[in-house]
């Protein structure tokens, strides 16, 4: 029984709860509905005055925490700002937010929209957040709360760092929003959050608001993945999860089998598949899909796609697989995944639309839509055709007849009102616009994906379908780690819509079904750091404090918190290493002589070795220069790969470029491409002569197309491998490994020490090895605890003493109370307003007039390098027919050449060089080509063209306050930003 005292307490508790929770209480009569704990909860500590982290998963609701801190900004008069990653959900929010609060209310600023940038409250990307406080901009005044959507983007490698600057710069007397995904050291991220911004509460919930059920499609069949030990399906997450589940046994004996190819393999499909048009599925209510009460199906009866669109159902009381069994879908005896309009069709039949199907590549994506349209299907009634048709005729209108090729319109209409459609970055954002509205308006039914979908666009989804678990990083392929796992699956069964979600993941080739079931259930997604200081930033910090205060401010970051914490484990590791070594050590020896002296000898041949064919690589390389300054026009080439691959035929050869010769090559595709030494490994081989045209009539794409075709017509007979001819007529230079006097001497050393003899040498040799890897991982543990002491502050100084080098900072005069401060000077000024991955560079571009006298297209194409950064490796430039633009790109990469030296010589990670692989196509388009003729010969996709534009764009602003490039830069603007450009910068 409870003491007077503590009821009194909590009586007091609860009085002073209801005096706070005024405006929470105002706000939640917006909803028809209860909040959820975990909201309720931060609008409280919002509302007491303090900061919040919501972490909680997709579609829980975190939003709503958002909208409370603009509820309460706007009732206590004060402004507040909604940053969001990237510019489609800026534009989202925007409009949500016009529609609750009215538009004289709602500003948005993007790097190249500004619509009421003073009102009471501004949707914003975080870029801009960034920029307004490093330039301290009377838009801040009266800021009082900041909410910060998707925060977890803070570990993006090539953005991240920003939205640690605008945490750790922005006012003490700011509330801070922060909304994340769950992660898994959301505790770790609220600690740096108390520490650098005051009280912080951290709100956790990793409860899903809608049930997900997890399922494997074996080829025709739909199986559950978890089931209870009495073999019925189970929620594996959110409302009614069962922890007492198990992987469905069904899954692992029909991946078993081994079995012929049956006729879908190869052969004819069943007659009614082709043309259907319509699913048992289609008109059931949201929500009503496959999980039908427990005592009327078990998780091992399958569900099994007719293929006809007639009746279908789940697996009655028969033994699974006693009928003709469709998954028995193999090449080979290895499992073969469903093909993709049939796992549409499986999805449809079983009221599991709409659905999102990731494909991790652009081209799977596209490729998903033509196999759909080939086999007819078609998920769209009449009524839903004339809807989807009037949104295209209203939305597509704009563009232009001779664009609607290049962009595919035709096939992008005939899928979309046969409702599926692609959703990737190669495609032009108004398309993918037209995609999200018409699948949240339930007309589109699948959308086949990239995994960018899921980031934070509202698209509504009953099913998620992955068709790999593994998928490409930009380095190589990986398996998906559970954190992506569970940011793709969170988009099946938005609240408010749906009453259940589906995750649906096909089965294929080793297809490991526990681990799958560990995949959807682990819960491990870390945030870490990608915060670096850049000399943007550095130049802004030393102009608003001195060293010292700068200093103190990079090691505030989240990403010197986290080293600070790794040390501590770093150093247990160290010491088991240590011991480790000690063991290992003690066990290299040898009765027949010293053991150490052996492997020292073969360490020393590897050495040799490796220097050799170095050596025979800078061989091949003066053999490749030469070989270029001898080339001549009209010549036929053998290239032997590397960047350059393939035939082609020389256009001109200019011997004095710096860091030539450079060869203009056509390639057999009719486009222009350059060569320089270092694009191959080896020298090319003359293979043939081709007469060519006048050098001004190849400015002509059909002049190009034509001389093309000649050339591939001259090449008839050859072998299809360039590089197979390369090593008939040139190859490379011989190997010195043979002859060479210190190898051989290392060889015989080896050969006759006493070593060489014993009986247990290999066993021996294994213990070594064994001790050198554990002494080099001790070695490399010791360096990372060395670096990460203060690593943040000794980057600053490196950084600093380069910036000084390079005239960017100077010495304050005089000097202050504490010693040398350090200033920037008015270069440095100007790099304070360059926000670019290549800032430094740029900014030498400028001091030293590299880009002076180019005209506006010239400028364009210039910068295109200067933002551009190369998905593939393989995309050679294409020569630009302006001698002041290619001296222009020239000195940029001099300028490039010799930053990188500075920056190694100061320790720093070099510079990219600028990219002019897409150049040629931005010059075209400022020149006034219309897009298909910019894009003309070329292989980008239109979306990547017309956001690499943006970037050119933002960029060509940036310099409009340089005194001399300014009114260039304007001009250039206005030849970039137009067409399909300016449309997509405009909506």
């Not at 069943?270 to 048009?277: H, L, M, W």
């Not at 209409?413 to 459609?421: H, K, S, T, V």
């Not at 400022?926 to 996709?941: I, K, S, V, Y």
């Given at each position: 029984?409870?003491?007077?005292?503590?009821?009194?307490?909590?009586?007091?508790?609860?009085?002073?709860?209801?005096?706070?929770?005024?405006e929470?209480?105002?706000?939640?009569?917006?909803?028809?509905?209860?909040?959820?704990?975990?909201?309720?909860?931060?609008?409280?500590a919002?509302?007491?005055?303090?900061?919040?982290?919501?972490?909680?998963?997709?579609?829980?609701?975190?939003?709503?925490?958002?909208?409370?801190?603009?509820h309460?900004?706007?009732?206590?008069?004060?402004?507040?700002?909604?940053?969001?990653?990237?510019?489609?959900?800026s534009?989202?929010?925007?409009?949500?937010?016009?529609?609750w609060?009215?538009?004289?209310?709602?500003?948005?600023?993007?790097?190249?929209?500004?619509?009421?940038?003073?009102?009471?409250?501004v949707?914003?990307?975080?870029?801009?957040?960034?920029?307004?406080?490093?330039a301290?901009?009377?838009?801040?005044?009266?800021?009082?709360?900041?909410?910060?959507?998707?925060?977890?983007?803070?570990a993006?490698?090539?953005?991240?760092?920003?939205?640690?600057?605008?945490?750790?710069?922005?006012?003490?007397?700011?509330?801070?929003?922060?909304?994340?995904?769950?992660?898994?050291?959301?505790?770790?991220?609220?600690?740096?959050?108390?520490?650098?911004?005051?009280?912080?509460?951290?709100?956790?919930?990793?409860?899903?608001?809608?049930?997900l059920?997890?399922?494997?499609?074996?080829?025709?069949?739909?199986?559950?993945?978890?089931?209870?030990?009495?073999?019925?399906?189970?929620?594996?997450?959110?409302?009614?999860?069962?922890?007492?589940?198990?992987?469905?046994?069904?899954i692992?004996?029909?991946?078993?089998?081994?079995?012929?190819?049956?006729?879908?393999?190869?052969?004819?499909?069943?007659?009614?598949?082709?043309?259907?048009?319509?699913?048992?599925?289609?008109?059931?209510?949201?929500?009503?899909?496959?999980?039908?009460?427990?005592h009327?199906?078990?998780?091992?009866?399958?569900?099994?796609?007719?293929?006809?669109?007639?009746?279908?159902?789940?697996?009655?009381?028969?033994?699974?697989?006693?009928?003709?069994?469709?998954?028995?879908?193999?090449?080979?005896?290895?499992?073969?995944?469903?093909?993709?309009?049939?796992?549409?069709?499986l999805?449809?039949?079983?009221?599991?639309?709409?659905?999102?199907?990731?494909?991790?590549?652009?081209?799977?994506?596209?490729?998903?839509?033509?196999?759909?349209?080939?086999?007819?299907?078609?998920?769209?009634?009449?009524?839903?055709?004339?809807?989807?048709?009037?949104?295209?005729?209203?939305?597509?209108?704009g563009?232009?007849?001779?664009?609607?090729?290049?962009?595919?319109?035709?096939?992008?209409?005939?899928?979309?009102?046969?409702?599926?459609?692609?959703h990737?970055?190669?495609?032009?954002?108004?398309?993918?616009?037209v995609?999200?509205?018409?699948?949240?308006?339930?007309?589109?039914?699948?959308?086949?994906?990239?995994?960018?979908?899921?980031?934070?666009?509202?698209?509504?989804?009953?099913?998620?379908?992955?068709?790999?678990?593994?998928?490409?990083?930009?380095?190589?392929?990986?398996?998906?780690?559970?954190?992506?796992?569970?940011?793709?699956?969170?988009?099946?069964?938005?609240?408010?819509?749906?009453?259940e979600?589906?995750?649906?993941v096909?089965a294929?080739?080793?297809?490991?079904?526990?681990?799958?079931?560990?995949?959807?259930?682990?819960?491990?997604?870390?945030?870490?750091?990608?915060?670096?200081?850049t000399?943007?930033?550095?130049v802004?910090?030393?102009?608003r404090?001195?060293?010292?205060?700068?200093?103190?401010?990079?090691?505030?970051?989240?990403?010197?918190?986290?080293?600070?914490?790794?040390?501590?484990?770093?150093?247990r590791?160290?010491?088991?290493?240590?011991?480790?070594?000690e063991?290992?050590?003690?066990?290299?020896?040898?009765?027949?002589?010293?053991?150490?002296e052996?492997?020292?000898?073969?360490e020393?041949?590897?050495?040799?070795?490796?220097?050799?064919?170095?050596?025979?690589?800078?061989?091949?390389?003066?053999?490749?220069?030469n070989?270029?300054?001898?080339?001549?026009?009209?010549?036929?080439?053998?290239?032997?790969?590397?960047?350059?691959?393939?035939?082609?035929?020389?256009?001109?050869?200019?011997?004095a470029?710096l860091?030539?010769?450079?060869?203009?090559?056509?390639?057999?595709?009719?486009?222009?491409?350059?060569?320089?030494?270092?694009?191959?490994?080896?020298?090319?081989?003359?293979?043939d002569?081709l007469?060519?045209?006048?050098?001004?009539?190849?400015?002509?794409?059909?002049?190009?197309?034509?001389?093309?075709?000649?050339?591939?017509?001259?090449?008839?007979?050859?072998?299809?491998d360039?590089?197979?001819?390369?090593?008939?007529?040139?190859?490379?230079?011989?190997?010195?490994?043979?002859?060479?006097?210190?190898?051989?001497?290392?060889?015989?050393?080896?050969?006759?020490h006493?070593?060489?003899?014993?009986?247990?040498?290999?066993?021996?040799?294994?213990?070594?090895?064994?001790?050198?890897?554990?002494?080099?991982?001790?070695?490399?543990?010791?360096?990372r605890?060395?670096?990460?002491?203060?690593?943040?502050?000794?980057?600053?100084?490196?950084?600093?003493?380069?910036?000084?080098?390079?005239g960017?900072?100077?010495?304050?005069?005089?000097?202050?109370?504490?010693?040398?401060?350090?200033?920037?000077?008015?270069?440095?000024?100007?790099?304070?307003?360059?926000?670019?991955?290549?800032d430094?560079?740029?900014?030498?571009?400028?001091?030293?007039?590299?880009?002076?006298?180019?005209?506006?297209?010239?400028?364009?194409?210039?910068?295109?390098?200067?933002?551009?950064?190369?998905?593939?490796?393989?995309?050679?430039?294409?020569?630009?027919?302006?001698?002041?633009?290619?001296?222009?790109?020239?000195?940029?990469?001099?300028?490039?050449?010799?930053?990188?030296?500075?920056?190694?010589?100061h320790?720093?990670?070099?510079?990219t060089?600028?990219?002019?692989?897409?150049?040629?196509?931005?010059?075209?388009?400022?020149?006034?080509?219309?897009?298909?003729?910019?894009?003309?010969?070329?292989?980008?996709?239109p979306g990547?063209?017309?956001?690499?534009?943006?970037?050119?764009?933002?960029?060509?602003?940036?310099?409009?306050?340089?005194?001399?490039l300014?009114?260039?830069?304007?001009?250039?603007?206005?030849?970039?930003?137009?067409?399909?450009?300016?449309?997509?910068?405009?909506?």
């Open positions: 029984m409870t003491s007077p005292a503590d009821r009194y307490a909590r009586w007091q508790a609860e009085v002073q709860q209801e005096r706070t929770s005024v929470l209480t105002a706000f939640t009569a917006r909803y028809p509905f209860t909040l959820d704990d975990f909201q309720l909860a931060a609008g409280r919002l509302e007491g005055g303090s900061s919040v982290l919501v972490a909680a998963p997709t579609g829980a609701g975190k939003t709503v925490v958002g909208e409370f801190a603009v309460l900004a706007l009732a206590r008069g004060h402004k507040v700002f909604y940053t969001a990653p990237i510019k489609a959900l534009n989202q929010k925007f409009g949500e937010l016009v529609d609060l009215g538009a004289d209310r709602v500003g948005l600023l993007t790097g190249d929209t500004s619509i009421r940038p003073d009102a009471e409250v949707v914003m990307t975080t870029e801009v957040l960034r920029n307004m406080l490093y301290d901009s009377d838009l801040l005044v009266g800021l009082g709360f900041v909410v910060m959507d998707e925060v977890h983007y803070l993006d490698r090539m953005r991240g760092p920003v939205w640690e600057e605008v945490i750790i710069h922005l006012h003490d007397s700011v509330r801070l929003v922060s909304l994340s995904a769950t992660v898994s050291n959301a505790e770790e991220f609220g600690a740096w959050l108390q520490e650098v911004r005051g009280s912080t509460e951290i709100i956790v919930s990793e409860t899903r608001p809608v049930p059920w997890q399922h494997v499609v074996v080829g025709d069949e739909l199986l559950d993945l978890f089931v209870d030990a009495h073999g019925e399906a189970v929620v594996s997450q959110g409302p009614g999860a069962r922890a007492d589940r198990r992987v469905n046994p069904e692992e004996r029909v991946t078993s089998f081994s079995l012929p190819v049956d006729e879908r393999s190869g052969g004819a499909r069943d007659s009614g598949y082709r043309g259907r048009k319509g699913t048992g599925g289609r008109h059931r209510p949201r929500g009503s899909g496959q999980h039908r009460p427990p009327q199906r078990k998780g091992r009866g399958p569900y099994r796609s007719s293929g006809h669109g007639g009746d279908s159902g789940w697996g009655g009381g028969g033994r699974p697989g006693s009928g003709p069994h469709r998954h028995e879908d193999r090449a080979g005896g290895a499992l073969r995944p469903a093909r993709r309009p049939d796992v549409v069709e999805l449809d039949d079983a009221a599991l639309l709409p659905a999102i199907m990731f494909i991790f590549s652009r081209a799977g994506c596209d490729g998903a839509v033509q196999q759909c349209t080939r086999a007819r299907l078609r998920l769209t009634d009449d009524r839903e055709r004339r809807e989807i048709r009037a949104v295209l005729d209203e939305q597509l209108g563009i232009g007849v001779e664009d609607e090729e290049v962009l595919s319109l035709d096939t992008f209409r005939r899928a979309a009102l046969d409702g599926f459609a692609a990737h970055a190669g495609m032009l954002p108004l398309l993918k616009s995609v999200e509205a018409l699948f949240a308006r339930g007309l589109i039914k699948v959308v086949f994906a990239t995994e960018t979908l899921a980031l934070g666009i509202n698209m509504p989804a009953r099913s998620v379908v992955l068709e790999k678990l593994v998928k490409f990083n930009g380095v190589d392929h990986a398996d998906l780690t559970p954190g992506e796992f569970t940011q793709l699956t969170g988009r099946a069964g938005r609240r408010g819509i749906d009453t979600g589906h995750a649906v096909l294929g080739p080793r297809f490991d079904a526990p681990a799958v079931a560990s995949l959807a259930s682990k819960r491990t997604y870390p945030l870490r750091s990608a915060f670096r200081p000399p943007n930033m550095a802004n910090l030393l102009d404090f001195d060293l010292s205060r700068a200093r103190e401010t990079l090691e505030t970051s989240f990403a010197q918190f986290q080293a600070d914490r790794s040390v501590v484990g770093l150093a590791r160290a010491r088991e290493l240590e011991d480790t070594a063991d290992y050590r003690a066990a290299v020896t040898c009765e027949r002589g010293d053991l150490l052996y492997a020292r000898i073969q020393a041949i590897t050495d040799r070795e490796k220097s050799l064919s170095r050596e025979r690589a800078a061989r091949d390389r003066d053999r490749t220069r070989v270029l300054g001898d080339l001549r026009r009209g010549e036929v080439i053998a290239l032997p790969g590397g960047k350059r691959r393939g035939y082609a035929v020389v256009l001109e050869v200019d011997r470029v860091g030539g010769p450079q060869v203009d090559l056509l390639d057999t595709e009719g486009r222009r491409r350059s060569l320089r030494p270092g694009d191959v490994p080896s020298p090319p081989a003359v293979i002569t007469r060519l045209p006048r050098q001004d009539s190849l400015g002509s794409g059909r002049v190009r197309k034509d001389t093309a075709a000649a050339l591939r017509q001259r090449l008839a007979g050859q072998d299809d360039a590089r197979a001819e390369v090593r008939r007529r040139a190859g490379r230079s011989p190997s010195t490994a043979a002859t060479d006097e210190q190898l051989l001497a290392l060889r015989e050393q080896l050969a006759a006493p070593c060489t003899a014993c009986p247990d040498l290999e066993s021996h040799l294994r213990w070594m090895g064994r001790w050198r890897k554990s002494r080099a991982e001790l070695e490399g543990v010791q360096r605890i060395r670096g990460r002491t203060s690593s943040l502050a000794r980057q600053f100084d490196r950084l600093t003493d380069l910036l000084s080098e390079l960017y900072l100077a010495p304050e005069v005089p000097a202050g109370p504490a010693g040398e401060e350090l200033r920037p000077t008015a270069s440095g000024l100007r790099l304070r307003r360059l926000f670019s991955d290549r430094l560079l740029i900014a030498q571009c400028l001091e030293h007039g590299a880009w002076r006298g180019l005209d506006p297209a010239g400028l364009a194409a210039v910068v295109s390098a200067a933002v551009h950064e190369t998905r593939r490796d393989d995309r050679a430039p294409e020569l630009i027919p302006d001698p002041a633009v290619d001296a222009a790109l020239a000195a940029s990469m001099r300028l490039a050449a010799a930053l990188q030296s500075a920056e190694a010589r320790g720093l990670t070099p510079t060089a600028p990219d002019p692989a897409i150049a040629a196509i931005v010059h075209r388009w400022a020149r006034g080509a219309h897009l298909a003729a910019a894009l003309e010969g070329n292989d980008l996709p990547d063209f017309v956001r690499h534009c943006r970037q050119v764009i933002d960029l060509l602003d940036q310099l409009t306050a340089d005194e001399e300014g009114p260039v830069a304007r001009q250039s603007i206005r030849a970039v930003r137009r067409g399909l450009v300016a449309q997509e910068i405009d909506r």
